[in-house]
Nanobody, 115 residues
């Protein structure tokens, strides 16, 4: 059974940084990329970034490109999201997801950016 557990969220001032972690278990073949998504109140779920286990290929949404970095540690089955230069608009619950059509999702971690 796939289980994803996010951590690292919190309250940060605009311009600050946070590092999110996603610990994955139950991934037998690691054939699907790991992704970060977010959802703010009243807004739709938004794709942020994704990375492949095999070669570390990454892809970012334009809204975070140059500010956020996704990375992985295969030995720890953990994916990270380094978030720099945080903006008020980055406030949301951040989710780690994987699987066919992003079928698996963690419980999320709250990121709040204050002015």
């Amino acid at each position: 059974q796939v289980q994803l557990v996010e951590s690292g969220g919190g309250l940060v001032q605009a311009g600050g940084s946070l590092r999110l972690s996603c610990a994955a278990s139950g991934l037998i073949y690691k054939i699907y990329p790991m992704g970060w998504f977010r959802q703010a109140p009243g807004k739709e779920r938004e794709f942020i970034a994704r990375i492949t286990w095999s070669d570390g290929n990454t892809f970012y949404a334009d809204s975070v490109k140059g500010r956020f970095t996704i990375s992985k540690d295969n030995a720890k089955n953990t994916v990270y999201l380094q978030m720099n230069k945080l903006e008020l608009e980055d406030t949301a619950i951040y989710y780690c997801e994987t699987g066919p059509n992003w079928a698996y999702r963690g419980q999320g971690t709250q990121v709040t950016v204050s002015s």
